[in-house]
């Protein structure tokens, strides 16, 4: 097949979407597909252009097989990261990407199917219009229910403004060929916006399981970091953003502190809240916590090995509007996690009912304390745990399976299904 993909983050970007997105790409080229990809500057999860791309608007190159365009758009500091400055970066990727959009509206060849990853939002426009002068099937891939999230957590207003982009939203769910999410719980609501239940894929993120793998706790990245063999390391490897609800962690800390003197608690990432979460750490005092930059991809398997206790941290009003992206790592490496989560979200059943972990009400430090108490004094436990979490890795989140079967979907397409204009 010759596959179109659009989406603003992309590889090199070590997590989130980019990491998933372009992993995808590649897969799907090793396989002997021409694969294009039109994308933006790689930024995440710093919030700064990555260095080497820098001083161009516009530029093409080939990784892994796959021909990238790349896009200039703005991209804020990470601690400007506000609704404004987000929906000014995806408008202005929306408006240069016509650089590489425009002229395919007159060629003469075209691709079997595009596939546009949300968010942002904006991203389903070009698709769209494409779709329907060229007659191209596209699928929208949802990674983030990005609007419920934002009117939730009241980074976006409600109102007048929010029933507008519900409506904007649900339109182009309704055009696309098909749409698809990474878990049921979200493709159920995709198809309460307006999605055909016959046109709505699941399409879950996956593990790379023979990269990441379960490892010994005491390796180089616990040396190179300092941290002694009997300490209990509770890790927290991820974005550090308004989602999360991040400060539950260091209240957490702060009631382990008098409790178990071995527990260290670790965390690494970037993202909008870090800042305030360093300075709120050091108002409280907390001699438990360390805070460590994002680290090389080379270094992901090791560093999930060398943690103890991994945290999954998000907010009750983002429950099932997102999928951490950070558990299949966690799961794939064999390692207990400690989730804060209600029952009856995708998050909860994969942790509390595969037995990977605990499970804690979002928000509730007290709770949150105990559960990685509970751990921490509990070795058989913590064991018992990670040996069914790769156990669910290995039989759920193969990246060769899931990708073959979105790969059989694609194919279902190219072999005639063909695009209905949303009525």
Not at 315 to 333: F, G, H, Q, W, Y
Request: with cysteine; net charge neutral.
């Amino acid at each position: 097949m010759n596959i179109l993909i659009y989406g603003l983050n992309y590889a090199p970007e070590p997590t989130g979407i980019g990491k998933y997105t372009g992993e995808m790409a590649e897969w799907l080229a090793a396989q002997g597909h021409a694969v294009e990809v039109i994308c933006g500057l790689p930024h995440y999860p710093q919030w700064q252009v990555a260095e080497g791309y820098d001083g161009f608007r516009f530029r093409s190159e080939t990784l892994a097989g796959v021909r990238v365009h790349r896009v200039r758009h703005f991209v804020p500091a990470a601690n400007q990261l506000r609704a404004r400055t987000r929906i000014f970066l995806e408008t202005t990727f929306t408006l240069n990407a016509a650089r590489f959009w425009l002229p395919r509206f007159f060629s003469r060849q075209k691709p079997d199917v595009v596939i546009a990853v949300m968010p942002p939002m904006q991203i389903g426009v070009w698709p769209l219009l494409y779709a329907w002068s060229r007659g191209v099937p596209w699928v929208l891939h949802v990674q983030d229910l990005q609007l419920d999230a934002a009117l939730r957590l009241g980074m976006l207003p409600g109102g007048i403004i929010g029933q507008v982009l519900y409506r904007v939203e649900a339109f182009l769910l309704r055009g696309a060929t098909r749409a698809s999410t990474i878990t049921e719980a979200m493709r159920q609501r995709m198809i309460e916006k307006g999605a055909a239940p016959e046109c709505a894929w699941l399409f879950p993120n996956w593990a790379d399981i023979e990269v990441v793998r379960p490892g010994p706790r005491e390796n180089a990245f616990r040396k190179e970091f300092g941290i002694a063999l009997e300490t209990v390391l509770v890790l927290y490897a991820g974005n550090m953003g308004e989602k999360q609800g991040l400060e539950v962690v260091l209240e957490a800390a702060q009631r382990c502190a008098d409790d178990d003197k071995r527990l260290q608690f670790l965390m690494v990432g970037t993202g909008g809240a870090r800042l305030r979460l360093e300075e709120k750490a050091a108002v409280m005092g907390l001699r438990n916590v360390r805070f460590l930059p994002v680290q090389p991809v080379e270094r992901l398997s090791e560093m999930l090995a060398a943690g103890d206790i991994h945290l999954v941290v998000q907010r009750r009003d983002a429950a099932d509007l997102v999928m951490p992206s950070k558990l299949t790592n966690i799961l794939a490496a064999g390692r207990p996690c400690v989730a804060t989560v209600d029952a009856g979200t995708a998050l909860h059943d994969v942790v509390a009912g595969a037995e990977t972990g605990l499970v804690t009400p979002p928000g509730d430090s007290f709770a949150l304390a105990q559960a990685i108490l509970s751990l921490a004094q509990n070795l058989e436990k913590r064991e018992a745990y990670g040996r069914n979490a790769r156990a669910y890795a290995e039989l759920i989140l193969d990246k060769e399976h899931i990708l073959k079967a979105f790969e059989g979907q694609l194919s279902s397409l190219r072999r005639g299904v063909r695009y209905q204009v949303e009525s």
